[in-house]
């Protein structure tokens, strides 16, 4: 039979052992949230370039419409009207950017709590594992 304080080593070994695994599975959750984040707002950014794209072509179409009617380019209602319908188009694109911006600022934050629990197990282990060593010596001797 084995003395009492290899088993109380053995128990400590587990609890750290089980810490660095909790640590690792922290860090791979922050990766897997940090790409995740970027690619949400890479998906944002390509979304708001679509949006932007038509808009420019339904501009375009509104000048040709225009163009069709007589009314000049250079006439100020012409521009008002350009202008504004300009604003209103590109709402829809900065709504979506905005999106992904907040999209890659929460997996951010989700991966630094990630990384944090992982952190935090990790330290838990250790000082259970001196706990118990603690308990062994005191017990044991």
């Known amino acids: 039979m084995c003395h009492p304080m290899v088993l109380v080593g053995i128990q400590a070994g587990a609890q750290i052992a089980g810490g660095i695994a909790q640590q690792k599975a922290g860090k791979q959750a922050a990766i897997q949230a940090r790409r995740e984040a970027i690619y949400q707002q890479q998906v944002a950014a390509a979304e708001t370039e679509n949006i932007r794209y038509a808009s420019k072509r339904e501009l375009g179409s509104l000048r040709a419409a225009f163009g069709k009617r007589g009314v000049t380019l250079d006439s100020a ?43 935090n197990a ?12 603690t308990q062994g010596i005191t017990k044991y001797g």
Do not use: C, W
């Open 122 to 133: 990790f330290t838990r282990s250790l000082l259970g594992a001196a706990s118990t060593v």
């Open 77 to 119: 209602s012409m521009i008002d009207v350009i202008a504004e319908s300009a604003g209103n188009l590109d709402y829809p694109a900065l709504v979506k950017e905005h999106e992904g911006i907040i999209a890659r600022y929460r997996g951010e934050a989700q991966a630094r709590a990630a990384r944090s629990a992982g952190q």
